[in-house]
């Protein structure tokens, strides 16, 4: 069942930045465009994902979102309707009093894009100049007013070494998450360095490290699938370690992700620009369903390296690279840097072991947890009690699992834990 988790909705091209990443060109982001989507519309594609299913969280994003002045009324919709809304952001407009309106309009959290903690480099990469210390006043009225937020960052072959001091700062920040996105070179990001191959492998050992270091912050990369890979390599008897990447921390592109452009088109992840069709003509979820694109990457039949790993259905390799490089959707992943051993194929966790139960107080605590993040939590503790050779899942194996994954104390009730899987980052600002 591909259940849609997690929808993000571009509702402009405007950006009050120049990121010289960012897959859109330089025209429409500073003008937008007359065709983007009105508020009602944006409502009314609210109003049928929480018909099929309030439990997908919603991310608005941009260009910069909070350039749109109708913003706290669409997510105010979206609460109402029991739906989960959060948006990314550069974060220079998170003024003290856009805060508060917006979490009381029920925006659950944020997504702030630091790209490095040295000013300089900072503003350069974003194309405006003093934009840092705009996005630090940012995160601090995020913090005095309560409002969830985590860490996005963007990363290459020129801040790759600040990546320790960017998780440092982002513990001592207070944010709940650091997303570490890899750029997929597309609109003026064509023109960018990549992270090489070879570094992109090192920064993920990296991540898999620093998460069992830092406790207490969640940190993930993004347009990465090749961590599911990694981790697996450090750990192959983790039988959470075989938990398929599009169930959460891999790419969910297609199977439970998709993304709404300004002008209502649909399409796997803002990487690949190719639509599968438009909200204006159809609905989206008679698009989610049926559109033969995404059925395809639900079932990819992969080519070259990809096609040939054993690791194919724990990573399958990001389907935008080859495509941004002119080639096909099922092409080798370009930037993987490993090569297939002629092993089996591994394949993902599906049934667990039929003795496992719930406890019923630990099946209370579950239920307790937004829907979108539920099942992902089942499995991996379901994984992590099988690891330990027990049978009975208690509330001590959540309490276990959260200090582990969420740091010390309870399993998490709030949905901003789960955020943006599939490339919500580059631009001005998806996060």
């Known amino acids: 069942m591909n259940d849609l988790y997690l929808l993000a909705i571009n509702l402009t091209k405007r950006c009050n930045l120049a990121c010289a990443h960012c897959y859109l060109d330089a025209d429409t982001l500073k003008n937008g465009a007359k065709e983007e989507l009105s508020a009602k519309e944006v409502c009314q594609v609210l109003d049928q994902v929480a018909d099929r ?7 608005l994003t941009g260009g910069e979102p909070l350039l749109r002045p109708d913003l706290e009324e669409i997510v105010h919709h979206g609460a109402q309707r029991g739906l989960a809304m959060v948006t990314g952001t550069n974060g220079t407009l998170l003024t003290d009093r856009r805060v508060k309106s917006l979490k009381e309009a029920g925006l659950l959290g944020a997504g702030i894009s630091v790209d490095s903690l040295e000013p300089e480099f900072h503003d350069q990469f974003r194309g405006v100049s003093g934009c840092w210390s705009r996005t630090m006043a940012g995160i601090k009225n995020c913090r005095n007013n309560d409002l969830s937020f985590q860490i996005h960052f963007s990363i290459n072959d020129n801040n790759a070494h600040q990546l320790p001091e960017v998780i440092e700062f982002s513990r001592r920040q207070g944010a709940r998450v650091l997303n570490v996105f890899f ?28 998460q069992a270091e830092y406790p207490d912050l969640i940190i993930r990369p993004r347009c990465a699938p090749h961590y599911k890979r990694i981790a697996y390599q450090q750990a192959p008897d983790a039988q959470i370690n075989r938990i398929s990447g599009n169930e959460g921390d891999g790419c969910i592109a297609a199977t439970h992700y998709c993304r709404i452009s300004p002008s209502g088109g649909v399409t796997a992840c803002p990487f690949i ?8 003509d159809q609905s989206l979820i008679k698009i989610w369903d049926s559109a033969p694109a995404f059925e395809a990457l639900r079932q990819p039949d992969l080519k070259g390296d990809c096609g040939a790993c054993e690791y194919q259905k724990l990573c399958g390799g990001c389907r935008a690279r080859p495509y941004a490089l002119g080639g096909s959707l099922m092409d080798s992943d370009p930037w993987c840097a490993y090569r297939p051993q002629g092993g089996e194929v591994i394949q993902p966790l599906q049934v667990l072991d039929s003795n496992l139960r719930w406890s019923e107080d630990a099946e209370r605590r579950l239920n307790l947890i937004p829907g979108f993040i539920r099942k992902m939590v089942r499995k991996r503790t379901e994984a992590y009690v099988q690891d330990l050779g027990e049978n009975l899942i208690t509330c001590d194996h959540l309490n276990q699992l959260a200090a582990k994954r969420f740091g010390k104390g309870k399993m998490p009730s709030r949905p901003q834990i789960f955020q943006p899987q599939s490339g919500e980052n580059a631009g001005g600002d998806h996060g």
């Open 53 to 59: 299913d309030q439990q997908t969280m919603v991310v």
């Open 183 to 210: 750029l997929i070179c597309t609109g003026r990001g064509e023109s960018q360095s990549d992270i090489s191959p070879y570094q992109y492998e090192r920064v993920l050992e990296q991540l898999v490290q620093a």
């Open 273 to 280: 620009e190719e639509e599968v069709g438009n909200i204006r």
